[in-house]
């Protein structure tokens, strides 16, 4: 029987709908555990490499995170731009999808 926390751990995996097929509770355990087949799958660093090689993700999303803002913020991107006589004719293809996709999500 597993425990509370080894439950919720389980119904509440991230990636659980993302892997697509469904997969049982005891493969979970042992892919947490490092058991059965999943015993010689590489483990991470420990310690400052790990630190470091995580504090690189979190600046680089922070970098992503201000270009967004800035661009949305100061930029003024806006869906009813994107319906006008105006827009279809704005610089080039690439400029007007890449403006949507931002737009869209602003």
Not at 49 to 77: D, H, N, P, R, T
Request: some cysteine; overall charge neutral; proline content about 4%.
């Amino acid at each position: 029987m597993p425990t509370f926390i080894e439950y919720f751990s389980f119904v509440f995996y991230a990636s659980g709908p993302i892997v697509g097929p469904i997969f049982e509770f005891c493969d979970f355990k042992n892919w947490i555990e490092f058991e059965g087949v999943y015993k010689d799958l590489p483990r991470g660093g420990s310690g400052m490499i790990v630190l470091f090689e995580s504090m690189k993700q979190l600046l680089g999303a922070f970098l992503c995170l201000g270009i967004y803002v800035g661009l949305s913020v100061f930029y003024g991107l806006s869906i009813h731009f994107c319906g006008t006589q105006e827009f279809r004719t704005w610089k080039t293809i690439w400029h007007r999808i890449g403006y949507y996709f931002a737009a869209m999500t602003s």
